[in-house]
Nanobody
Framework: QVRLAESGGGLVQPGGSLRLSCAASGRNLRNYWTAWFRQAPGKAREFVSAIRRSDTHTYYADSVKGRFTISRDDVQNTVYLQMNNLKPEDTAVYYC????????????????WGPGTQVTVSA
């Protein structure tokens, strides 16, 4: 059984940067699509980014394109989300999830969610 653990969140000023980590145990992330989602208070969980299992092709929501970068370290068995030029509207709990195949942006297609990490962007 795979277990995911997100980390790297915190409080940052607008325009700042953070790097989130999604560390996996029990399974090799190379065999899965890994996606980042986020959930702001009172809102549904929304897709942020995904990385394909085979060739690490990446996908992004329009709201983060050009500011966020997803990557995977196969030695560390970890997926990262580098977030630059953060905005107050990026404030949310960030989660990572897995699926075996196919690109989807709906959370119901992913599983094995970690507990999340809080990102707060505020002056």
């Amino acid at each position: 059984q795979v277990r995911l653990a997100e980390s790297g969140g915190g409080l940052v000023q607008p325009g700042g940067s953070l790097r989130l980590s999604c560390a996996a145990s029990g399974r090799n992330l190379r065999n899965y699509w890994t996606a980042w989602f986020r959930q702001a208070p009172g809102k549904a969980r929304e897709f942020v980014s995904a990385i394909r299992r085979s060739d690490t092709h990446t996908y992004y929501a329009d709201s983060v394109k050009g500011r966020f970068t997803i990557s995977r370290d196969d030695v560390q068995n970890t997926v990262y989300l580098q977030m630059n030029n953060l905005k107050p509207e990026d404030t949310a709990v960030y989660y990572c999830g897995l699926r075996l195949s196919g690109y989807y942006t709906e959370e119901r297609y992913y599983s094995d969610w970690g507990p999340g990490t809080q990102v707060t962007v505020s002056a």
